[in-house]
């Protein structure tokens, strides 16, 4: 139990003393960038489900018609 006593305190201090966290402009600027690779992903996303999906509707469509 000693042990993991002295992780949890080395874990706080090293957290404490040797993290160099980012300043809050950093923090903003990266969450910018971060939505807007989002938005961008998702909407290429978007655009290539759509576009198979309407060119799975219409191989379906040419191949029921063929069979009719």
Same mark, same amino acid.
């Given at each position: 139990?000693? @042990?993991?006593?002295?992780? @949890?305190?080395g874990s706080y201090n090293e957290f404490r003393? =040797?993290?160099e966290w980012? =300043?809050?402009a950093d923090l903003q600027s990266s969450t910018i960038v971060v939505?807007?690779?989002?938005v961008i992903l998702a @909407?290429?996303?978007f655009g290539v489900d759509e576009?198979?999906?309407k060119a799975i509707s *219409?191989?379906?469509g040419m191949l029921i018609n @063929?069979? *009719?």
């Open positions: 139990m000693s @042990l993991f006593i002295d992780f @949890l305190k003393h =040797k993290v980012p =300043k809050w939505t807007i690779a989002t @909407l290429f996303t576009l198979f999906s *219409n191989i379906i @063929l069979f *009719n």
